[in-house]
Structure formats: C-alpha cells, structure tokens
C-alpha cells in the first residue's frame, strides 16, 4: 500500500484525493492547505488529517509520496523540502517555472535518491498513445511537420477567483499553466527541437501580467518544422485541441477539444478504423472552463506500480518535465527579443 499526501486542496488536489481514495493499492493519509477552510472541507471530505504547514506534514512518518497541487511558483520549495525528508514527489505541471527551479528539484531528487514524478496526463490519451506507437516504430516515415491548434476560453472571472493566476511568479503564463501539455507532446512526438521563433501577446485579459495568446514556429533537430497556435480568448468556451502530424509515408490528425479524437489516419501498413477507436477519459470539469482528458488515475497508477516495483519505467520523470520547461522560456525570450532563439538555452 503506496501511502500518498496531497499539499494543495484546490480544483486539481481534489481530483488527485478522489483517485486515491478510489485506489485499492494507495491510501490518502493527509491533506494540506494554508487556507484553513479549504484544508478542513478536504479533510471531512476524504476522512483524513490536514495540516496548515506542508513542512509539518513532509516531516512526518509514515507517507511515501508528496502529491504537489499548489501554485507553479511554490513547486519548487514543496519539491526540495520533500526531497530532504526522503519523500517521493508527484508534480503537477508545470514542473516549475524556470530552467533553474527544474534543474534544482531534479538535483535534489537525485542527491536524495527519491523519485521525481510529474504529471504529463496527455500522454494516456489512447489518441496519443496510439500515435506514439506508430512515429516510434517508424510507421510515419520521417517526420517534416507538426501543427498544433489549441483555441481555448479562460474568462477573467478564471483569472479572479485565485489570487496567484495571472501573476509572473505563481502562474507564468498561459503556455505554463495551460498550454504545458502541448508542449510536451509536440517534443515528444516530433522529438527534439533545435530552434523557436515566437510572437506572444495578451489581446483579452488586461488584469493579468501574462500572454493569453501565442504563435510560435518550431524547427527540429530532423529537419522538420512546427507550428503551434494557441490562446485562451475563444468566445464562451474551448473550441480545440488539435495536433496534426505529417511524415513521408503517413498523415494524423488528433482533434476534438483535447487531443481526445482521432479526426485523421492515414498510414502506410497501420489502418485504423477511427471510428470505433477507444473513447478517451473526459475532461477535468471546473466551474466556468474545463481542463483536459482526465487521465491522472494513470499518472497516479504508474506511481504506484514503480514504488511496488510492478514496473520500473516512470512514464514522465523529472527531466522529461524538463524539457517542457526549457522550451517555454525559449518561447519567451524569442518573443521578447523579437529572434530566433536555439535550444539549448544557455543561460
């Protein structure tokens, strides 16, 4: 029995309690926010302590894993603290903020020799899955270029409702909070990229300090190119999430709202009959906005099988979060210096 604590009893820390709680081989052991309501309505709620202090809570016995669902600024502080008192971490994305903070969790992680998990849901998608499958075996022929279209609505009432969302330093942006995902899958189907160019903007929420709207171009380390198009100024509700992948012997395109809908396959010696292809979980429904596919009982499984030893591959570790990170600041500097910007950043 994994034992599980989860520091953050928000929207998201309440979907990681009711996977747990709903887990015959984990068990929820205590929960944690500096909002006392918030800590006290979660603990009635999943019938187990809370504490105010996440140091209180890391310090003590008897808890394998720190579930992290507060604020992007605070990953990193949560993530050390529980490293030095040999607890296992499970991140929600962002992994952090900057390269530095990424770079300082993974050390520490290491040094400690305690796993690093982060949450890259997306992954699970079957859409997602069975694409990866087939660019890795190399059915897509060599890849030339990836689309991605993510046309999303968060209202300002969104940006209202939390304190830290908006800001530079607990939020970070759109691409952080809620555009992450598609980066990583851009990487990790397309594989690694050797040059940003990018244009950020904020056209529709002038109360926050963040872009709520961005195009960046992609070159790959294969030669190939990318596009991704994405903004949170969608009138009324999400319109897609799309990832439209081309290659010389084979075309896909992933739709839907959340890369959770196959739209087009066409691959030399992989037919797919798209439609009775697996249906993907649904989305993370939040009062005002929904999130994407919720597959954390995937995410929340593989950690428990890697600490059982049931398996010995996490599915996104600490470096894999990593690479999302570095990617995000290169899109910020080239949008800031108005330049090509090469990976990998070097400062």
């Given amino acids: 029995m994994i034992k599980f604590a989860v520091v953050g009893c928000g929207k998201i820390g309440d979907r990681h309690c009711s996977i747990i709680k709903n887990m015959s081989d984990a068990d929820l052991v205590a929960v944690c926010d500096i909002k006392e309501d918030r800590a006290l309505y979660f603990s009635k709620k999943f019938e187990c302590p809370f504490f105010l202090d996440y140091k209180e809570l890391i310090v003590k016995k008897g808890i394998d894993v720190i579930n992290i669902c507060v604020p992007n600024g605070l990953h990193k502080d949560v993530t050390i603290f529980s490293a030095k008192n040999g607890k296992h971490i499970l991140c929600e994305k962002p992994m952090a903020i ?113 872009e709520d709207t961005g195009v960046v171009i992609f070159k790959f380390e294969n030669g190939g190119t990318g596009v991704l198009s994405y903004t949170t100024c969608v009138y009324n509700s999400n319109m897609e999430g799309t990832l439209t992948v081309l290659g010389t012997k084979g075309s896909v395109k992933i739709g839907g709202q959340y890369v959770n809908k196959i739209e087009y396959w066409n ?72 330049e090509e910007v090469f990976l990998p950043l070097l400062d």
Avoid at 123 to 135: E, G, S, T, Y
Avoid at 180 to 207: E, R, T, V, Y
Avoid at 270 to 282: G, K, Q, S, T, V
Avoid at 332 to 337: A, C, G, H, I, N
């Fill in 267 to 338: 691959v030399e010696g992989y037919p797919l009959d798209i439609n009775n292809f697996e249906r993907c979980a649904p989305p993370n429904i939040y009062p005002g906005y929904q999130g994407t596919s919720s597959n954390h009982d995937m995410v929340i499984q593989n950690v428990v099988d890697c600490l059982s030893g049931i398996c010995k591959e996490i599915a996104t570790d600490g470096r894999d979060g990593r690479k999302s990170i570095e990617i995000i600041q290169a899109i910020f500097k080239s949008s800031e210096l108005n």
């Fill in 98 to 210: 900057t390269i530095k903070e990424a770079d300082e969790m993974i050390l520490e992680c290491e040094k400690n020799k305690v796993h690093l998990f982060v949450v890259k849901q997306n992954r699970f998608n079957p859409q997602i899955v069975v694409l990866k499958d087939a660019v890795s075996r190399g059915m897509l022929g060599k890849l030339y270029m990836i689309n991605c279209s993510v046309m999303w609505n968060r209202r300002n009432e969104y940006y209202q409702e939390e304190e830290w969302r908006g800001t530079k330093e607990m939020d970070g942006g759109a691409l952080l909070t809620q555009f992450s995902h598609f980066i990583d899958l851009i990487q990790w189907i397309g594989g690694p990229i050797k040059s940003i160019k990018a244009n950020l903007f904020n056209f529709n929420h002038p109360s926050i300090k963040i």
